[in-house]
Each structure stands twice: as structure tokens, then as C-alpha cells.
């Protein structure tokens, strides 16, 4: 690849990661919670129908970024109130958040649809942000800089603060936690608000940056990349800033590819289509060679907590 | 306002399709049924809009009093479509038409069945006593747009984004290369493969990525407007838009489009089957029947470009020009049309190469 | 007088029987207000997806066909949940069953006799079972969650298919498109009630489920699957290996998904396509939950499911609601089956005002 190519590519690898990274990062936290959502593709689509509907009708992208968090959260409310007070079945939850999620926003979204939305630009000044160089730092919309952020904060509140520490306690003991007297379910509750309202933020990606219209199923399984590449990143947040630069990498790369005429002919294209999940599978094979026998992911993932049991 | 409108008059006619289930056949003597079934919905901007357009023109011309339709939308290709064209057909409406080339397994199952019913299959290839086929010629309209491309191209790189690799992208792209190429032997065209039915974030991906690497006219053949937006925001020479006028995603961009016009098709169609004349033919329509229009040219198209396209879109009406006249080259330099010879309506599904200037990954 | 909130001692069976259709009478009121609300006619969206598939019986051969994969696939997947294996992948289980069953037929194109369509359903339950094999293999040697392989594998499953069928399988006389061949006759499914589109996967499903209800209850490996999902301590002193387990659940699952798809391959697509995966992996964990993991259960419910499919199509034509509707009301007869089994392990119980309650 030549040289001129690499500030666009790099621009298009970013724009790409982002959406994933954001759904990533809020599953990251309700994950190291105990939790398992398996209704990020839903929550996302949520947050992308509001975004767009919003836009359309106000035309304040920041309005628009934060009803789509509100969206995404009350979406996750639903499956908190299912899975942590009525301990319903977190995996049956979860896809059924996504069958709502891909159902309601294609109804609700209908007067939306095919509209062009108005784009959330770079957040530098012109001088920066359009600079052939430079642009591959400065040219990105707010959502690139807050999901680089969020990685910081989330990573910083996990692991540096004492709320992080009681949070990733609940996921690997859920009982023991409860004995001393940490409100296991109050902190899932937050931890699962939160995902929503990342998932919704990073369905705002879509009509504000990547594709600007609203279109059913728009996201079109992005939240399913998420949900692999918080396995990829072994539930830790710096990983998982790596982990969605080398899916979105995977992505651009082959794109690029095959935009070039050229390369990637050994393998079919459905092959590379399908790398990030083997991918991911491979990743999770690793992480368990490494540590003898056990993956790194929260031991009670996926496991209903009563208080009473 | 359109949108507004077109909404509207579906809402009205889903209150009156909603009648015959109790009333019967009574109803059907005074009005003809018709159904139309489509892989999306008509807001779509593209391959559904033009059917549901056709279909709007068609209640117009005909008459509301005359004839009713029923819209089944997202229907996808698969035995879940062989339900919809019974229902259909159960439901008394005498004619239906299947919009997508996978519904065909399934309508000439249903065809069987209901052997008193007719059945209209879009892109397909197979008739039947009560099956007639249509299709529309797109690649004639490929052509003018290729013609555009050549001479406004300020790279000589040009770019298709299909969806996946069938006959009618494959021949688009054809077309476009070849026409493109006889106003500039420079051009390459580079043709690419969403590789899935529907993945916006994708399709712009594989836009901006042909941006990047000094394509400045892209055309598409997917459904929905992503790639034109994209074009716009990067402020390259050109897009077309694709089934329908696009201009509204980028006005700046949009130089012209290939707008799918159904209308007069189903208005025939329709007419015929009043009239009691309806056969099972097998047409396919292009810009000399008006099925395939090009939509309003850019106002800051250049003068003499904009006469180029009209030639080309006259000559293939006018039938001088064939968008596969031969000599023509595959992309590995070998002759695969001789000069003075064409590629003909029929042997026109069996190709499977791309024209010489064309790179492709599959 | 107060209400306390307690988890019952045994789980209630009334309520486990009634809660499914609580649940179907919740989204039938909430979906007519909802629709209503919309601008819709609710109460007739209602009819039209609820009523209208049972009342006019040239659409019980449609619940027929749509309702018999949702069922073969449900039934292997209460298994595996009953036994605590989150198998999530059956539609790529389902796909790759449809591919080694159509490989079958490919291989016998030229062939007849009435050995051929067995031998594809064998290969397709293999194709299944193999494809679930793979999370097996990796959860009981490399301790790798299943829910998160199965899934992955699921998106690989679909490539494999495109690359199939757009390349090595397409038929040549297809001009271009991408499918295979037609089947022959020898390898489609036979119609089993005539003038109708049932096909012999109607009576398979029927099949499958009795027989598994009849293992799950009768047999050493029912009682092992049900002690190791229930107490899986209890299930180690019983002699019980929980890696065998894990392997015999991930395998029938695989092994019904599979047949599932290769039945759908064989009978309704008569093909394989692009467009073969259809979410019936996805759609049967709904049935196997609203079934209450249990065969019987699965049978019911998949014709439910396949009522709203049936029901939603009719609503589509007829009153003009969306397809997206049909979502809608599958998700809320979930969360709200989901939500009434609380009160399958708990119940309100009167209690003295003195007794301070504490927070459930």
C-alpha cells in the first residue's frame, strides 16, 4: 500500500472500530458484573433509530447522542428487571431484547427511513481536521475521541476505583460479595443501565457518522462483533481498544483489498468475512492455554444471583 | 411532501384491501385484484421504491375504480414467499407480481396450484402457462452512465459497487466499462462486491475506500443511498443513482440516475388482464420502451457531456448503437466477441467474464 | 396484612403451565393497545396474527411446515438447557447440517432409488452434530464457553455457505444465479397429506419430540442430563461426568439442527441458496423456552411461533401492519414468559404487618 493511502485507511479503520468499541465497552462492564446481554445488536439498533429520528426532527447531534444512551439504557432496563429481579434466563433475555430491539425500530423508525441525516463532523477546526496528514489524528467526529476516552474512564474505574473493585467482585462471586454485604443486584442493575446506554451511543455511529440515513437492521450485526470481541479482549479494557482496531483492521484491510484489484486472492472473500469469528474462537483458545485450564472471563457470567438462594 | 403522499395513498388502499376477505368474490367482478410482493419496503429509495412507483402509476392510469392492489413488503426468497403468493392468491387478486429473481422456485409452485391466477415474475427465467416474465435492461441505461463516467473522470479511475456477483451486475458492469472506455481508452474500472444483501456500513466503507485510492465517479448497484452520500461528503467528480432519483443524498454529486420505470409495464400488464388478453410472455424492456429512463442531468454537467449521454441513450433507442457490439476483449486480453457481432439477449446470462479495463475481486 | 414476596419450596406446576398462556394473553392485550396506539387497528392485528392461522384451515398446512423445524430444533436445545449447555448456535448447526445433507445430494445427482433421501438426512444430522462438536470439543478440553463459540461459529457457517453457492455448488444452468441444482425427486421430501404442502418433516418433528420426551424420562441419560443442569455436585457423586454431558447435549442438539436444516434443504427451498438461513436457530430458542424445555412442550409451542410467522404474513396482506410487527409480538411473548416465571419459584404470601419486609 502506498504511502498516500494509509492516512485514509487508518481514517476509515477508526470510523469503522468505533461503533464496536463503544457496544464493546459497555458489555465489558456488564460482563465483568456477572452479567451476560446478549441484546447489544438490539440496544444498538435502538440507539441508531433514535439518533436518526432525532436529527430529522431537532438536528442537535449531542441531543441526539444522548437520547440514544437514554434509549439504549431503558432497553437494558427491560432486561435488568427480567434477568436481575425476576432472575429470568440472561441468554433467552438477551436475544429477545434483540428480536424487540430489530422489530421496534424498523416500526417506529418507518416515517425515518431513507432520510439523509445530517452528520456529527470532525470536532478540530478545518486547518486540523482537514489536513491530509494530520487528519488521520484530528479528522474524526466526537464519537471517535469520547469512545477513546470511555476506554480510559472504563478502564480507570474498574480497575483503579473502589466501586471497579466491588463491580468485578459481583462478577467473580456474586455469593461472596452478597455475604459482605455489597448490593450484588443494585450494582448489576448500573452496570447493565450502562451497557445499554454505550450500545446506544454506538448505534448513533451509524446515521452520524458511518452511514447517514436510517435504514431497518441498519447495524447490520455489528452488536454481534461486539459481544465476540469482548471475549477477543479477554475482559479487559486496553485489550479491547486493541482487539476492535484489529477487527476494524480486518475489516478496512479486506476492503481495501479488494477496492485495490489485487491481494487476498488465496483466500475466498466469504473466507476473510469470516476471520474475526475464528478469530475470536482462536483468542479464546489461547487465553485458555495460557492460563492452565481456565479463560479469564468473570466466573458467575452468565449465572441468575438471588439473594434468598 | 412525496413521501408524505405516497404513504397516504398506501394507507387508503390497505383500508379497501382489507374489504374483499368478507365481502368475497362479489368484489373482485367490480375491481380487478392485483398483488405485488417485495424483498424491502417502497421507502427504500431504490429497487422497491421503483416497483412501488410502478405500481402507483399504474392505479393511476388504470383507475381506482378499476383496479386494487396489495403491497406485501420484506418478503424475503424462500418458501416464507410461496405462503405469501397463496395468500395472495386465496384472497381472490388475479394477478401477482413477485419483484425479485428467488421468488421463482416459489411462484411456479403457487402457479400450479392456482392455475386460474397470473403470475408475473421479475428478472426470472422461466415461464409457465400462468407465468409470464418481465425484466428491464438496465444495462442500456449502464451504458449512458458509463459515458458520463469516461468523460468527467479527472483520475481515470472509476468504480462499480455491486452486490453480489449475478448476471445482471456482472453485465452492468460491462456495459458501463465498455462504454466508458470508447470515450476514454484510459479509464479503469475497478468492480467490487458488498458480498451480502444488505450491509450499509460496508457499502460506504467500500466507497470511501475507492475514494481514498483515487476513484472520483462511483456507480452502484445495491439498494438505498449510502454510497451517494458518501460520494458527497468526499466531494469526488461523480455518482448515479441507482432504480431511483437520488439527487436529494447528493446534489452536488448526483450527475444523473437510472431510474427503474415500471409504470408503463404493470399499466399493460394490468390492461391486458382486464381486457382479457393477458398472455405469459417474456419481455424485456429497455431505454426504447421507456421501462429505463435516465433521470434529470446535473445542472453543472458540462454542455457537451450531457450531448454525449443523449446520443448514446438515442442511438440505443434509435437500435445503431448495441451496448455489446463487438470487438470486445475480457479482462486477460483475450477476444471474446468479434468485431461486427454482438452479444445477444440470449447468450447475454451465460457471461461470466468482465471486459477488458475491468479489475474485480469476486 | 402485608404481601411477602417468597421463593416457593417447589416449583409451582400450575404456574408452570400457565404461564405461557398468561404470557400469549399479556401480548394480545399489550399488542392491541401498542398497535392501537400506533395508528393501527389493534385489535384486529390481534385476530389477524393470533386467531386467523387456527380459524381457516387452508393455513394449517403453512403451521405445519413452518412449525416442524422450529420443533426438531427446540427439542435438541431443551435438552442441551436442560442439562446447563448453552448451545446458541443451532442456525449455524442448522446451516451446516443443509450443507453436508445437500453435499449428499450433489454426490447422488445422477442416482435414484429411495436410499438417497435417507442418506442425506443421515448426513445432514452428522454435518449438525459436527458442527456442534467443535464448541464441545472446546469447551471440555479447553474450558471455552460454549454460548460465545456456538455463535461465532454460527457467522462462519453462513460464509461457508455463500462461498458454496456462489462458487464450487452453483448449478450451471442457473444463468449466473447463485444456487444449486434443483433436487431430484428422489432426494426431495415426499408430501405426506395430499392436495397440501406438508411434507415428511411434519411427521419427523412429531416423531422427535416423543422420543425424546421418552429418553428424557425413561432413560439413564435423561436422568443424567436433568441432575447434572440441576446439581451438577450431585450429578459428580452419581458417577456422572459432566464432560460427557457436555458432549452428549452439544451432539443431539447439533445432530437435530442439522436434520432440521437439511428437512428445510429437502422440502420447502427444494435448493440450497443464499437466502437458506432464515433465523430458525435463533426463533427455536424462544420455542424451547415458551415449550418449558420439555419435548412436549416444544410442540406446542413452535406451532405458536409458527401461528405468529403464518399469522403475521395474513396481518401483512390484509390490514397492512408490518412484518416488523411480527417481531414485536414474538419479543413480548418472551419477556413476558420470561417475567410470569417468577411466579413459577415464587409466590406472594400474606404475612403479619409486624414482619419487616425485605427487599426481594
Redesign the interface.
Known amino acids: 500500500m502506498n504511502s498516500a493511502l494509509i492516512v485514509p485507511f487508518i481514517v476509515t479503520l477508526v470510523a469503522a472500530s468505533t461503533p464496536i468499541l463503544l457496544a464493546a465497552l459497555g458489555e465489558l462492564v456488564v460482563e465483568k458484573s456477572g452479567v ?1 446481554n ?1 441484546g447489544v445488536e438490539g440496544m444498538m439498533l435502538i440507539g441508531a433509530m433514535t439518533t436518526a429520528a432525532v436529527m430529522l426532527t431537532t438536528g442537535n447531534p449531542y441531543l441526539a447522542i444522548g437520547s440514544a444512551a437514554l434509549a439504549g439504557a431503558f432497553a437494558a432496563l ?1 432486561f435488568a ?2 434477568t436481575l ?5 440472561q ?3 438477551g ?3 434483540t ?2 430491539g ?3 425500530t ?3 423508525g ?1 416515517p425515518f427511513t431513507g432520510q439523509p441525516v445530517p452528520t456529527l463532523g470532525p470536532l478540530f477546526p478545518p486547518a486540523l481536521a482537514n489536513d491530509p496528514i494530520w487528519r488521520v489524528i484530528f479528522g474524526y467526529s466526537p464519537l471517535v475521541y469520547l469512545s477513546l476516552a470511555m476506554v480510559v474512564a472504563v478502564w480507570f474505574f474498574l480497575m483503579r476505583t473502589r466501586s471497579g473493585l466491588i463491580l468485578r467482585a459481583i462478577g467473580e462471586s456474586d455469593t461472596s460479595a452478597h455475604s459482605i454485604g455489597y448490593p450484588v443486584i443494585g450494582v448489576r442493575y448500573l452496570a447493565v443501565l450502562f451497557g445499554g446506554a454505550m450500545a446506544g451511543i454506538g448505534g448513533a455511529c451509524f446515521p452520524l457518522m458511518l452511514t447517514p440515513q436510517w435504514a ?1 437492521r441498519l447495524t447490520a ?1 455489528r452488536g ?1 462483533i461486539a ?2 470481541l469482548v ?1 477477543f479482549a479477554a475482559w479487559r479494557p486496553y485489550r479491547l481498544l486493541a482487539g476492535a482496531y484489529i477487527f476494524g483492521l480486518l475489516m478496512t484491510l479486506e476492503v481495501y483489498a479488494k477496492t485495490s484489484g489485487g491481494g487476498f486472492r488465496i483466500f ?1 472473500s ?2 476473510w ?2 476471520l474475526p ?2 478469530a ?2 482462536l483468542v ?2 489461547l487465553i ?2 495460557s492460563r492452565k ?3 479469564s ?1 468473570p466466573a458467575c ?2 449465572k441468575p444471583f ?4 | 411532501m412525496m413521501r408524505l403522499n405516497r404513504r397516504h395513498i ?2 387508503l ?2 383500508a379497501a ?2 374489504l374483499p ?1 368478507l365481502g368475497g368474490q362479489a368484489f373482485a367482478q367490480e375491481k380487478v385484484k392485483v ?1 405485488f410482493v417485495l424483498i424491502g ?1 417502497p421507502d427504500d429509495n431504490g429497487w422497491n421504491y421503483g416497483h412501488d412507483q410502478g405500481r402507483l402509476f399504474m392505479l393511476d392510469a388504470i383507475g381506482e375504480d378499476k383496479v386494487e392492489t ?1 403491497v ?9 414467499s ?3 403468493f ?3 392468491a ?2 381472490g387478486h388475479q394477478l401477482i407480481f413477485g419483484t425479485s ?2 421468488y421463482g ?1 416459489y411462484i411456479h409452485r403457487v402457479a400450479r396450484q392456482f392455475p386460474d391466477t397470473r403470475f408475473e415474475w421479475a428478472t426470472g ?1 422461466l415461464t409457465a402457462p400462468n407465468v409470464a416474465l418481465y425484466n428491464a435492461k438496465f444495462h442500456e441505461g449502464r451504458a449512458v452512465l458509463g459515458t458520463i463516467a469516461g468523460l468527467t473522470t479527472k483520475t481515470n479511475k472509476i468504480a462499480y459497487v455491486g452486490s ?4 445482471e451486475v ?1 453485465m452492468g458492469i460491462n456495459a458501463f466499462a465498455l462504454a466508458a472506455r470508447k470515450v476514454n481508452p484510459e479509464v479503469e474500472v475497478t468492480a467490487v462486491y458488498v ?1 451480502s ?1 444488505f450491509d450499509p456500513p460496508r457499502e460506504a466503507d467500500l466507497a470511501r475506500s475507492l475514494i481514498a485510492q483515487g476513484v472520483d465517479v462511483i456507480t452502484q448497484h445495491t439498494d438505498g443511498p449510502v454510497i451517494p452520500q458518501i460520494a458527497e461528503s468526499s466531494g469526488i467528480v461523480g455518482v448515479f443513482g441507482q432504480g431511483a432519483d437520488m439527487s436529494a443524498f447528493a446534489p452536488n454529486t448526483h450527475l444523473t440516475s437510472i431510474i427503474d420505470h415500471w409504470g408503463p409495464y404493470y399499466v399493460q400488464a394490468v390492461q391486458s388482464l382486464i381486457d382479457g388478453t393477458w398472455t405469459n410472455g417474456s419481455v424485456w424492456p429497455g431505454l426504447k420502451e421507456g421501462e429505463v429512463l435516465i433521470g434529470p442531468y446535473n445542472p453543472n454537467l458540462a454542455a457537451d457531456v450531457v450531448a454525449k449521454a443523449e446520443e448514446v441513450k438515442n442511438a440505443i433507442i434509435d437500435g445503431s448503437l448495441h451496448p455489446f457490439a463487438g470487438p470486445i476483449n475480457d479482462n486477460t486480453g483475450t477476444e471474446r466477441v468479434a468485431a461486427g457481432d454482438i452479444i445477444d439477449d440470449g447468450e447475454f ?4 467474464w468482465y471486459v477488458e479495463g475491468v479489475s474485480v475481486v ?1 | 396484612m402485608q404481601f411477602r414476596l ?2 416457593r419450596a417447589e416449583p409451582s406446576r400450575l404456574m408452570l403451565y400457565l404461564a405461557p398462556i398468561l404470557a400469549l394473553a399479556i401480548t394480545a392485550v399489550l399488542g392491541a393497545l401498542l398497535f392501537s396506539v ?1 395508528g393501527y387497528d389493534g385489535i ?1 392485528a390481534v385476530r389477524e396474527i393470533f386467531l386467523t392461522p387456527l380459524t381457516n384451515p ?1 393455513k394449517w398446512q ?1 403451521l405445519a ?2 412449525a416442524s423445524p422450529l420443533v426438531i430444533i427446540a427439542v435438541g436445545l431443551s435438552v442441551a438447557y436442560r442439562a446447563n449447555v ?1 448451545n ?1 448456535g443451532a442456525e449455524g448447526q442448522y446451516i451446516v447440517g443443509a450443507i453436508a445433507g445437500t453435499g449428499v445430494a450433489l454426490l447422488t445427482y445422477n442416482l435414484s432409488g429411495p436410499w438417497i433421501l435417507p442418506l442425506m438426512l443421515v448426513a445432514g444430522m452428522a454435518g449438525g452434530a459436527a458442527y456442534a462438536a467443535i464448541p464441545a470439543f ?1 469447551r471440555t478440553r ?4 460454549e ?3 456456538t ?3 454460527t ?2 457457517s453462513v ?2 455457505l ?2 458454496l453457492v ?2 464450487p455448488w452453483k448449478s450451471p444452468t442457473a ?4 444456487q444449486t441444482v ?1 433436487f431430484s425427486l428422489d432426494q426431495s421430501l415426499p408430501y405426506v397429506v395430499p392436495g397440501t ?1 406438508i411434507h415428511l418433516g411434519t411427521p419427523i418433528a412429531i416423531a422427535v419430540a416423543l422420543i425424546v420426551w421418552l429418553v428424557m424420562s425413561r432413560s439413564v441419560f435423561g436422568f443424567q442430563i436433568r441432575t447434572v443442569g440441576l446439581a451438577p455436585h450431585a450429578a459428580r457423586y452419581g458417577g456422572f461426568s459432566a464432560d460427557r454431558t457436555v458432549w452428549m447435549a452439544l451432539l443431539l442438539s447439533g445432530a437435530l439442527a442439522g436434520l432440521a436444516g437439511i428437512l ?1 434443504a429437502a422440502g ?4 440450497l ?4 438461513p ?1 433465523n430458525y436457530g ?1 426463533t427455536a ?2 420455542v424451547a ?1 415458551l415449550g418449558r424445555l420439555h419435548p412436549i412442550g416444544c410442540l406446542f409451542a413452535g406451532i405458536i411461533l409458527a401461528i405468529t ?2 399469522g403475521g ?2 396481518a ?5 401492519l ?7 409480538f ?3 411473548v ?2 413476558l414468559l ?2 410470569a ?2 411466579f413459577v ?1 415464587h409466590r406472594f404470601r400474606a404475612v403479619e404487618p409486624k414482619t419487616s419486609a425485605r427487599p ?1
Not at chain 1, 438471588?306 to 438462594?309: D, I, L
Not at chain 2, 446470462?349 to 461470466?352: E, F, L, T
Not at chain 3, 441458496?273 to 437458506?276: A, L, Y
Request: aromatic share 12%; glycine share 10%.
Open positions: 451476560l446478549l427491560l428487571v427480567l429481579s425476576l432472575s429470568a434466563n441468554v433467552a433475555t436475544l429477545a431484547l428480536i424487540l430489530t422489530g421496534l424498523a416500526l417506529v418507518r431497518e450485526g454481534w459481544l465476540a471475549v475466498p466469504e473466507f468475512a469470516a469469528y475464528l475470536t474462537i479464546l483458545v485458555s492455554l485450564g481456565s479463560t472471563a457470567l452468565g438471588s439473594p434468598a438462594g | 398506501m394507507q388502499g390497505g384491501a382489507a376477505l398483488g419496503t396489495t406485501v413488503t420484506n418478503v424475503a426468497e424462500g418458501p416464507d410461496e405462503r405469501v397463496r395468500e395472495l386465496q384472497q429473481f428467488g422456485d427465467n453480489m456477483p449475478i448476471p456482472v458480498g444483501w446470462w451465460a457471461v461470466d469476486e | 417468597e421463593k400506533m384486529g387452508y403453512d411446515v413452518k448453552w446458541i472446546l479447553f474450558r471455552v464457553n454460548i460465545l463459540t455463535l461465532m461459529l457467522y462462519a460464509n461457508l455463500n462461498y456462489f462458487g444463468m449466473g444465479q447463485p434443483l404442502i428445510e420447502p427451498f427444494g435448493r441458496v443464499p437466502q437458506f432464515t435463533f430458542i424462544i423456552f410467522f403464518v404474513e395474513v401483512q396482506t390484509t390490514m397492512r408490518p412484518f416488523a410487527a411480527v417481531g414485536v414474538q419479543a413480548m418472551l419477556f420470561l417475567a416465571d417468577f419459584r426481594a
